[in-house]
């Protein structure tokens, strides 16, 4: 089991439990969750509520890496209920695996393609990459968070996007989701689409998307990898929002019991999901 333990800023029980740790030598993995509150965190993750299958063993992922990031989100705990950004239970609860421990925002914004740029951008953030995060909106126009935390903001006419100074400085985390929630206004599946990279089944990684650009139109995000080394076969995890704006989950696999919520890479030509069917050509990466 790993545990996801923040340096600095520790409490007396972290430091305690990070010594409890060390000594009887499991792992310490420093990670960053901002929305979480206090930037330690030790709860639980998907690495450690979903175990492999007999014969895999978790791909490595390079320290402080997107992947390694993803793979150690922090989950809920119990049974898990999706809920949608109003607080409704979401009719089909039949889709879901485990549920991200992330809030959703209280407005019909974060969906599909927006709860991969939340989980991109969030990364970004909690590892000091701000000057890397900006998205597309669908006219094309890119919004940066840098031009964002100076106070500069995008005036939207029809198809026209102005940029003008009309806000103070703000470099916070609640600034921050400000400019996210701008960004899920004017972006979406078919934006993202076009500022991803495609990718060979073969070479799939953490972090990679599966993505139909569309109104609508649909994206999942792998958040763990696996592999056998007796036989090379390679598994991999989903998490996706969906419509309305809902709790982000990690997905069953419809089609093998036996394995799920893994899916395997030798999917054929489909990747049937439990709401959504993907083609082998949909699949893409985050510079």
């Given amino acids: 089991m790993l545990y996801q333990l923040e340096p600095v800023r520790s409490h007396m029980k972290h430091f305690i439990l990070i010594s409890v740790l060390c000594l009887i030598g499991l792992p310490v993995v420093s990670q960053t969750y901002s929305w979480k509150g206090d930037a330690l965190y030790s709860g639980e993750t998907i690495s450690s509520r979903i175990p492999v299958p007999d014969g895999f063993e978790r791909v490595i992922m390079q320290e402080g890496s997107f992947g390694q990031w993803l793979r150690h989100l922090p989950v809920k705990s119990g049974e898990p209920t999706v809920y949608l950004y109003n607080g409704n239970k979401k009719r089909n609860q039949s889709a879901q695996f485990a549920i991200v421990d992330i809030d959703t925002g209280n407005r019909?914004?974060?969906?599909?393609?927006?709860?991969?740029?939340r989980l991109r951008a969030e990364y970004q953030f909690s590892s000091s990459q701000q000057a890397d995060i900006a998205f597309n909106f669908t006219s094309g126009d890119r919004c940066s968070y840098s031009e964002w935390s100076k106070g500069i903001r995008p005036k939207v006419a029809?198809?026209?996007?102005?940029?003008?100074?009309?806000?103070?400085?703000?470099?916070?985390?609640?600034?921050?989701?400000?400019?996210?929630?701008?960004?899920?206004?004017?972006?979406?599946?078919?934006?993202?689409?076009?500022?991803?990279?495609?990718?060979?089944?073969?070479?799939?990684?953490?972090?990679?998307?599966?993505?139909?650009?569309?109104?609508?139109g649909h994206a999942v995000l792998i958040v763990d990898m696996a592999a056998n080394p007796a036989t090379g076969q390679k598994i991999f995890l989903l998490v996706q929002s969906y419509m309305p704006a809902q709790d982000i989950h990690i997905l069953k696999n419809p089609g093998n019991s036996k394995w799920s919520p893994w899916f395997s890479v030798d999917f054929g030509e489909e990747l049937v999901t439990p709401e959504w069917t993907f083609h082998k050509d949909d699949m893409r990466r985050f510079d």
């Fill in 108 to 117: 019909d914004l974060q969906q599909c393609a927006d709860a991969v740029m």
């Fill in 158 to 216: 029809g198809n026209n996007v102005s940029w003008i100074q009309s806000a103070s400085p703000d470099r916070s985390y609640q600034g921050f989701r400000k400019y996210l929630n701008r960004v899920f206004s004017y972006a979406g599946t078919y934006s993202l689409k076009k500022e991803l990279h495609q990718q060979k089944p073969q070479d799939l990684s953490i972090g990679d998307v599966f993505i139909q650009g569309g109104f609508p």
